[in-house]
Nanobody, 123 residues
């Protein structure tokens, strides 16, 4: 069983940057596709980005393309989300998760969710 812990969130002004980390324990995540999701207050949890097992393939939601970059360091058992040009609408709790099967874009296809890290972007 993989345990995931997200960190790196905080309060930032619009236009600023944050780098989120997702540290895994319990077993290696090198064999898993990993995803980032976010959930704003009162909203559904939504897909942000996904990275393949080697890190050579990354995919993003349209609203994040060009601003966010997902990466991973399998030696450190950690996945990252670099967020640039942040907007107030990026305010949410950000989660990482292990992809199990099926579409990369659907929350139901992920498991081993972390508890999330809060990102707040002020205008």
């Amino acid at each position: 069983q993989v345990q995931l812990v997200e960190s790196g969130g905080g309060l930032v002004q619009a236009g600023g940057s944050l780098r989120l980390s997702c540290a895994a324990s319990g077993r290696t995540i090198s064999g898993y596709v990993m995803g980032w999701f976010r959930q704003a207050r009162g909203e559904e949890r939504e897909y942000v980005a996904v990275i393949n097992r080697s890190g050579s393939g990354t995919y993003y939601a349209d609203s994040e393309k060009g601003r966010f970059t997902v990466s991973r360091d399998n030696a450190k058992n950690t996945v990252y989300l670099q967020m640039n040009s942040l907007k107030p609408e990026d305010t949410a709790v950000y989660y990482c998760a292990v992809h199990k099967s099926g579409s990369y874009y659907e929350r139901k296809n992920y498991g081993s969710w972390g508890r999330g890290t809060q990102v707040t972007v002020s205008s």
